[in-house]
């Protein structure tokens, strides 16, 4: 169809903005215990709608981030 952003062959890939909490647990393989410390401590945020914990896909990829500027590096030192 003419006007179309992406071809009728080719499959349209959308990241959700939200996901619950055990799709979260596999997205960035962590514990559902875990993830849900990381809530009580604000690093990730998450809503509420009704009695499904949504979690901001978003703030997960910020943890991510976080994390791995902070941590060591462990490439190999050439010298």
């Known amino acids: 169809m003419p006007g179309t952003p992406f071809p009728s062959s080719s499959p349209l ?5 939200t996901m619950r909490v055990p799709d979260a647990c596999r997205y960035t393989g ?10 009580a401590r604000g690093e990730v945020e998450v809503v509420k709608m009704g009695a499904a914990t949504l979690v901001l896909t978003e703030s997960l990829r910020q943890l991510i981030e976080r994390r791995r500027c902070s941590s060591p590096s462990t490439k190999p030192q050439f010298t």
């Open 13 to 17: 890939s959308i990241e959700p903005i």
């Open 30 to 39: 962590i514990s559902r215990s875990t993830l849900y410390l990381l809530i």
